[in-house]
């Protein structure tokens, strides 16, 4: 029996303690009715051996890929030491820490972690954890309703992640609260003052600005942060972490700082993995703890005045508060908080700032050598961190088709999420990836279009004025 | 000791990170940090030696009987974990082709397929990252689909008093008011207070069954009527299905929509506090609501269905595809059962936690229930014992610590006084459980005798009984470096 212990003797003698006859017996509350028949569509049992060896063939069908996708998800080197710490049986097998005595590794675990967060965002506070970046940002909504008191709206720029924008419109819509799009620059591709005046005077909770934006522009944080106070409205900053190793920190955007910082964990340890687990991270000033969601550790001293740490502000959570919590959350994703405090502690300050330059240096390059290309522009003018926008005179589907079969995922086709730009490739390069790797993806790139042109030649000038590279 | 303060300035993991660059010419100045931020300067090998030592501190089920009610704390196969870390499945971008994904997907469109089967449901999505996220998307469905059929004088969600803190969480995110319905001295919904409660203003009621009191609601075929003929939607909280794998099928009882929580239930780790998958299933008249997205098999071929392909739905509740390496680890767990095997879970969840009731009652423990079978849980009450010593349900908690096991879940439920939720699952021996109740026995003790020594517990954890008084009034939520 799989993963049961008991013997045909334990068995008989804890029925016998029971005081039944059968483990039928044990069943018998639930009426006759109800009962269901077999499970029809499980299949038969396999061993360890099995459904490794079924699982191994899957992943090799899958293959691995020179990726140079982004979007909200990058690939990044985790040291080796980061899963052979997380996956040790004492922290992957525990629960949420509910006895604090037993659970001192986990929660002081999450103390250095939420120091980490709150130290690399500028803020005073962090939660130990959400379920991941666009979660975390609709959770960053509702705190702002909450602390602004008299908006329910609030204004998202369309450069914000497409699907994080879906994802806080489901998860806030059903209480009013209504997400309203601030277009973005066609020709900076990043929010500018232009279009944010035609919202001056209205009534609005709180401006979201994603640093990189999902263009990955750099926003013009200060002005824009000064903007929302001047009228008002809260600042949401929506960071990449590892990104924060060389930009300014929300803290200190504009003249008072951002006011709540949320984003995407995964860069900090967390393998792509199509897509989770990874985790939430949010941050905030000290004026808006008591509203902060999920759970957050406190230190403090035990019996004998010896430091220790525990689940503090509880009064905020849905196994207290019920109907009037701040948030539903329970079970968050602890476990990839661990992997970021352990990959942090590992890659420390100037490893993370590191990290942070040869991601600009790599993305750089790669944009520099794209645009040499014939047909190829970059089309967003201001400056970027690790990611940018290109455009080609041919549909980006059949570019990436053809680099796919070259063992290449050239990034993400742009046209299902902004079919106004055209012919829209988002690219990625990480730190993980070297000259050789970007020298790869930019000569298939341009023999695909060569290849697609070699009809009529057709010689284009380059326009300067969006070509820094 | 913290890792901040085994740094020293200057300290490097050169082995770690990428070489220097050349300054960082295409950021504007004004855009980049001026201040370092509050990152360890360790060793590598300092890092990876406090972080062990952290661990050693704490209980886990690797390393304690942990039976946590309601958590189901269930061994989590090394197996499980070590496939789901392949490096294929590891290093594949949630945005990458589904060309490339399709051993990926195979996987998670056959789990799709055997958690319908479990829960008698027509459509399974398994996006939600959690169980409290599962019932935000089940809640969300409901709405969804009174307001579709331009019904919208349903603005209350009907809960029982004896539900998890996240059914009501969840619903008033989903933008209902809450009335929460009463339990009977069964253990079950008090079904009175049912009839009364519902109306035309009535969107659903969430039940969770077996109900965290560790019993099965009698009355469900009842109550499934008194609902639906109301007019509202019922919801299954299936977060603790341990018990009725196999048993019965939420579908067949009439539900319309269900979570179960696969990090119980399906033995995907609990990683101190998460991640989870908690994803939910649905009947026929909610399936073009479900989250997404969710994955179909076509002419041989797996692929992701989005809004283009499901446009009722309640969209996207995650940037990608929900926590898809812990619904790897479900997936193996499950084929690692089979059918026979999930029955085998309930049999034996059912057999541990009726025989450690069984043998409680013996030892001198109140039952909260002792008239009703136990499911995969039951609950002690230490009421007489607190009346009797001044021991309360915490202080039996800690000194349970010091005969090395994890305590149960404690003043949970709300409705019994100094209540123990217990839950031993399938995968401990009668010879754990024999220790355990020998354990709580000299508690027991313990309390009579020497009652300052359980008050005082624990003793031999690396800190003695905490206060949580201070840690919430004198906030101390991060670590701040000492003034030089
Ligand atoms: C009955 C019940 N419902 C819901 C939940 C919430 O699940 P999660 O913690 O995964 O959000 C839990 C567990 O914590 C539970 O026990």
């Given at each position: 029996?799989?993963?049961?212990?008991?013997?045909?003797?334990?068995?008989?003698?804890?029925?016998?303690a029971?005081?039944?006859?059968?483990?039928?017996?044990?069943?018998?509350?639930?009426?006759?009715?109800l009962?269901?028949?077999?499970?029809?569509q499980?299949?038969?049992?396999?061993?360890?051996?099995?459904?490794?060896?079924?699982?191994?063939?899957?992943?090799?069908?899958?293959?691995?890929?020179?990726?140079?996708?982004?979007?909200?998800?990058?690939?990044?080197?985790?040291?080796a030491?980061?899963?052979?710490?997380?996956?040790?049986?004492?922290?992957?097998?525990?629960?949420?820490?509910?006895?604090?005595?037993?659970?001192?590794?986990?929660?002081q675990?999450?103390?250095?972690?939420?120091?980490?967060?709150?130290?690399?965002t500028?803020?005073?506070?962090?939660?130990?954890?959400?379920?991941?970046?666009?979660s975390?940002?609709?959770?960053?909504?509702?705190?702002?309703?909450?602390a602004?008191?008299?908006?329910?709206r609030?204004?998202?720029?369309?450069?914000?992640?497409?699907i994080?924008?879906?994802?806080?419109?489901?998860?806030?819509?059903?209480?009013?609260?209504?997400?309203?799009?601030v277009?973005?620059?066609?020709?900076?591709?990043?929010?500018?003052?232009?279009?944010l005046?035609?919202?001056?005077g209205?009534?609005?909770?709180a401006?979201?600005?994603?640093?990189?934006?999902?263009?990955?522009?750099?926003?013009?944080?200060?002005?824009?942060?000064?903007?929302?106070?001047?009228?008002?409205?809260?600042?949401?900053?929506?960071?990449?972490p590892?990104?924060?190793?060389?930009?300014?920190?929300?803290g200190?955007?504009?003249?008072?700082?951002?006011?709540?910082?949320?984003g995407?964990?995964?860069?900090l340890?967390?393998?792509?993995?199509?897509?989770?687990?990874?985790?939430?991270?949010?941050?905030?000033?000290?004026?808006?703890?008591r509203?902060?969601?999920?759970?957050?550790?406190?230190?403090?001293?035990?019996?004998?005045?010896?430091?220790?740490?525990?689940?503090?502000?509880?009064?905020?959570?849905?196994?207290?508060?019920?109907?009037?919590?701040?948030?539903?959350?329970?079970?968050?994703?602890?476990?990839?908080?661990?992997?970021?405090?352990?990959?942090?502690?590992?890659?420390?300050?100037?490893?993370?700032?590191?990290?942070?330059?040869?991601?600009?240096?790599?993305?750089?390059?790669?944009?520099?050598?794209?645009?040499?290309?014939?047909?190829?522009?970059?089309?967003?003018?201001?400056?970027?961190f690790h990611?940018a926008?290109?455009?080609?005179?041919?549909?980006?589907?059949?570019?990436?088709?053809?680099?796919?079969?070259q063992?290449?995922?050239?990034?993400?086709?742009?046209?299902?999420?902004?079919?106004?730009?055209?012919?829209?490739?988002?690219?990625?390069?990480t730190?993980?990836?070297?000259?050789?790797?970007?020298?790869?993806?930019?000569?298939?790139?341009?023999?695909?279009?060569?290849?697609?042109?070699s009809?009529p030649?057709?010689?284009?000038?380059?326009?300067?004025?969006?070509?820094?590279? | 000791?913290?890792?901040?303060?085994?740094?020293?300035?200057?300290?490097?993991?050169?082995?770690?990170?990428?070489?220097?660059?050349?300054?960082?010419?295409?950021?504007?100045?004004?855009?980049?940090?001026?201040?370092?931020?509050?990152?360890?300067?360790?060793?590598?090998?300092?890092?990876?030696?406090?972080?062990?030592?952290?661990?050693?501190?704490?209980?886990?089920?690797?390393?304690?009987?942990?039976?946590?009610?309601?958590?189901?704390?269930?061994?989590?196969?090394?197996?499980?974990?070590?496939?789901?870390?392949?490096?294929?499945?590891?290093?594949?971008?949630?945005?990458?082709?589904?060309?490339?994904?399709?051993?990926?997907?195979?996987?998670?469109?056959?789990?799709?397929?055997?958690l319908?089967?479990?829960?008698g449901?027509?459509?399974?999505?398994?996006?939600?990252?959690?169980?409290?996220?599962?019932?935000?998307?089940?809640?969300?469905?409901?709405?969804?689909?009174?307001?579709?059929?331009?019904?919208?004088?349903?603005?209350?969600?009907?809960?029982?008093?004896?539900?998890?803190g996240?059914n009501?969480?969840?619903?008033?995110?989903?933008?209902?008011?809450?009335?929460?319905?009463?339990?009977?001295?069964?253990?079950?919904?008090?079904?009175?207070?049912?009839?009364?409660?519902?109306?035309?203003?009535t969107?659903?009621?969430?039940?969770?069954?077996?109900?965290?009191?560790?019993?099965?609601?009698?009355?469900?075929?009842?109550?499934?009527?008194?609902?639906?003929?109301?007019?509202?939607?019922?919801?299954?909280?299936?977060?603790?299905?341990?018990?009725?794998?196999?048993?019965?099928?939420?579908?067949?009882?009439?539900?319309?929509?269900?979570?179960?929580?696969?990090?119980?239930?399906?033995s995907?780790?609990?990683?101190?506090?998460?991640?989870?998958?908690?994803?939910?299933?649905?009947?026929?008249?909610?399936?073009?609501?479900?989250?997404?997205?969710?994955?179909?098999?076509?002419?041989?071929?797996?692929?992701?269905?989005?809004?283009?392909?499901?446009?009722?739905?309640?969209?996207?509740?995650s940037?990608?595809?929900?926590?898809?390496?812990?619904?790897?680890?479900?997936?193996?767990?499950?084929?690692?059962?089979?059918?026979?095997?999930?029955?085998?879970?309930?049999?034996?969840?059912?057999?541990?936690?009726?025989?450690?009731?069984?043998?409680?009652?013996?030892?001198?423990?109140?039952?909260?229930?002792p008239?009703?079978?136990?499911?995969?849980?039951?609950?002690?009450?230490?009421?007489?014992?607190?009346?009797?010593?001044?021991?309360?349900?915490?202080?039996?908690?800690?000194?349970l610590?010091?005969?090395?096991?994890?305590?149960?879940?404690?003043?949970?439920p709300?409705l019994?006084?100094?209540?123990?939720?217990?839950?031993?699952?399938e995968?401990?021996?009668?010879q754990?459980?024999?220790?355990?109740?020998?354990?709580?026995?000299?508690?027991?003790?313990e309390a009579?005798?020497?009652?300052?020594?359980?008050?005082?517990?624990?003793?031999?954890?690396?800190?003695?009984?905490l206060?949580?008084?201070?840690?919430?009034?004198?906030?101390?939520?991060?670590?701040?470096?000492?003034?030089?």
């Amino acid at each position: 029996m799989p993963f049961i212990p008991h013997t045909e003797e334990d068995i008989q003698s804890m029925l016998e303690a029971i005081g039944t006859a059968s483990i039928e017996n044990l069943f018998d509350e639930i009426p006759p009715a109800l009962r269901a028949g077999k499970l029809g569509q499980m299949p038969e049992a396999l061993n360890e051996m099995a459904i490794g060896r079924l699982m191994q063939e899957r992943a090799e069908q899958d293959g691995r890929y020179l990726n140079f996708i982004g979007a909200g998800a990058y690939e990044h080197h985790v040291p080796a030491a980061v899963w052979q710490i997380a996956g040790r049986g004492e922290f992957y097998s525990a629960y949420t820490p509910y006895q604090a005595e037993a659970s001192q590794g986990t929660l002081q675990l999450l103390y250095e972690f939420q120091t980490m967060m709150a130290s690399l965002t500028g803020m005073d506070v962090s939660n130990a954890s959400l379920y991941d970046g666009a979660s975390a940002l609709a959770e960053a909504v509702l705190m702002a309703v909450r602390a602004h008191k008299t908006s329910r709206r609030i204004l998202v720029p369309a450069c914000v992640h497409p699907i994080w924008r879906q994802v806080a419109e489901a998860l806030v819509k059903n209480q009013g609260i209504e997400l309203v799009t601030v277009p973005y620059c066609t020709g900076g591709g990043d929010t500018v003052a232009e279009s944010l005046k035609h919202f001056e005077g209205g009534d609005f909770a709180a401006l979201v600005i994603q640093q990189p934006n999902f263009f990955g522009v750099l926003e013009e944080v200060d002005e824009l942060t000064n903007w929302a106070h001047s009228q008002n409205m809260l600042v949401i900053g929506a960071v990449n972490p590892v990104a924060l190793g060389l930009l300014k920190a929300p803290g200190q955007w504009g003249g008072k700082g951002a006011d709540i910082a949320v984003g995407e964990g995964q860069p900090l340890g967390a393998p792509l993995s199509s897509g989770g687990p990874y985790f939430g991270f949010l941050c905030c000033k000290q004026a808006l703890a008591r509203q902060i969601p999920g759970r957050v550790v406190g230190r403090t001293v035990d019996l004998d005045g010896k430091p220790g740490f525990c689940l503090t502000l509880q009064a905020r959570e849905q196994h207290i508060r019920r109907a009037k919590a701040t948030s539903n959350i329970c079970t968050n994703q602890g476990l990839m908080a661990t992997t970021a405090a352990i990959h942090l502690s590992l890659l420390g300050q100037s490893g993370l700032e590191r990290v942070a330059s040869a991601c600009h240096a790599n993305a750089s390059l790669l944009v520099e050598q794209a645009c040499l290309i014939a047909g190829v522009e970059r089309i967003f003018s201001e400056p970027f961190f690790h990611e940018a926008v290109l455009t080609f005179d041919m549909p980006v589907a059949d570019v990436l088709r053809a680099m796919e079969a070259q063992g290449i995922l050239g990034g993400l086709d742009l046209t299902p999420y902004y079919p106004e730009l055209g012919n829209a490739l988002l690219v990625c390069a990480t730190e993980t990836k070297t000259a050789e790797d970007i020298r790869k993806f930019t000569e298939n790139l341009e023999r695909i279009l060569s290849r697609h042109n070699s009809g009529p030649a057709c010689t284009r000038l380059k326009p300067t004025a969006t070509s820094k590279w | 000791m913290l890792i901040f303060e085994l740094s020293r300035p200057g300290r490097k993991n050169p082995s770690q990170a990428p070489a220097p660059q050349p300054e960082a010419s295409g950021i504007p100045a004004h855009l980049r940090r001026a201040d370092k931020p509050l990152l360890p300067e360790v060793s590598e090998m300092d890092a990876v030696r406090h972080y062990t030592r952290l661990s050693q501190k704490n209980f886990s089920i690797d390393t304690h009987f942990y039976p946590l009610g309601s958590c189901t704390m269930k061994y989590n196969p090394r197996g499980a974990h070590q496939m789901a870390m392949l490096p294929q499945f590891l290093a594949r971008h949630p945005l990458a082709p589904e060309t490339t994904g399709q051993g990926v997907l195979a996987c998670l469109y056959e789990l799709q397929e055997m958690l319908k089967d479990v829960t008698g449901m027509a459509g399974v999505s398994l996006t939600p990252m959690a169980g409290a996220q599962g019932e935000f998307a089940g809640v969300a469905m409901i709405r969804a689909y009174h307001v579709a059929r331009g019904d919208t004088a349903r603005t209350e969600m009907l809960v029982p008093d004896a539900a998890h803190g996240t059914n009501p969480a969840s619903a008033v995110m989903c933008g209902y008011t809450i009335k929460e319905i009463p339990t009977d001295h069964d253990g079950n919904v008090d079904l009175a207070a049912l009839r009364a409660a519902v109306g035309p203003q009535t969107a659903g009621l969430m039940l969770t069954n077996p109900s965290t009191l560790g019993v099965f609601e009698q009355n469900i075929q009842e109550m499934q009527k008194i609902v639906h003929e109301a007019g509202g939607l019922l919801y299954y909280d299936g977060a603790n299905l341990n018990a009725i794998l196999g048993r019965v099928k939420p579908g067949d009882m009439g539900f319309d929509v269900i979570h179960v929580n696969l990090h119980k239930t399906f033995s995907t780790p609990h990683g101190g506090g998460g991640p989870g998958s908690g994803p939910v299933g649905v009947s026929e008249r909610l399936l073009p609501f479900l989250p997404v997205p969710i994955i179909a098999h076509e002419d041989g071929r797996y692929r992701l269905v989005t809004e283009q392909g499901l446009p009722q739905s309640i969209g996207h509740l995650s940037a990608f595809m929900g926590n898809t390496g812990i619904l790897l680890r479900a997936y193996a767990y499950a084929r690692m059962l089979g059918g026979e095997g999930m029955r085998r879970v309930a049999d034996f969840a059912t057999l541990n936690a009726n025989y450690l009731m069984a043998e409680l009652k013996k030892a001198g423990f109140d039952i909260a229930f002792p008239q009703r079978r136990a499911s995969h849980e039951f609950i002690v009450t230490l009421k007489g014992l607190k009346e009797q010593t001044g021991i309360n349900a915490m202080d039996v908690a800690k000194r349970l610590l010091d005969k090395g096991f994890h305590a149960p879940t404690t003043y949970f439920p709300m409705l019994v006084p100094e209540c123990l939720l217990i839950e031993p699952t399938e995968t401990e021996s009668k010879q754990t459980l024999d220790a355990f109740v020998a354990a709580l026995k000299e508690v027991l003790e313990e309390a009579h005798a020497n009652p300052e020594l359980v008050k005082g517990a624990p003793h031999t954890m690396p800190v003695r009984r905490l206060d949580d008084v201070k840690a919430a009034r004198e906030l101390d939520l991060v670590w701040k470096a000492p003034a030089a």
